[in-house]
């Protein structure tokens, strides 16, 4: 069992940044594919980012890519994702995942991921 963690949420202004970590306890998360989604009020859980384990090569939702960026930290078994120029469509409650699955290609579907952490909430707001 790999228990996942969501850390740096918060309130940011439009136009601003915010940093989001996911920490795993218990495996080492960069052994797996690994994905971030979100979920605006009222909305369906939308996929934002993934790493690969293998090669670390990324997928980004259209409407994030160019201003997110995931990374992963092999010392600190901790997956990043930096928000810049963010917009208030951005707020939402966001979730880390992983898939124990191996695939040839990333998945974007949430339905793939077996652990989530708890989610953390970001508000862009003015």
């Known amino acids: 069992q790999v228990y996942l963690r969501e850390f740096g949420g918060g309130l940011v202004q439009p136009g601003g940044s915010l940093s989001l970590s996911c920490a795993g306890a218990?495996?080492?998360?960069?052994?797996?594919?690994m994905g971030w989604f979100r979920q605006a009020p009222g909305k369906g859980l939308e996929f934002v980012a993934a790493?690969?384990?293998?090669?670390?090569?990324?997928s980004y939702a259209d409407a994030v890519k160019g201003r997110f960026t995931i990374s992963r930290d092999r010392a600190k078994n901790t997956m990043t994702l930096q928000m810049n120029s963010l917009r208030p469509e951005d707020t939402a409650v966001y979730s880390c995942?992983?898939?124990?699955?191996?695939?040839?290609?990333?998945?974007?579907?949430?339905?793939?991921?077996?652990?989530w952490g708890p989610g953390t909430q970001v508000t862009v707001s003015s």
């Open positions: 790493i690969a384990q293998i090669d670390g090569s990324t």
């Open positions: 218990g495996r080492t998360v960069s052994n797996y594919d």
């Open positions: 995942a992983l898939t124990r699955t191996f695939r040839a290609q990333l998945s974007t579907n949430p339905g793939s991921y077996d652990e």
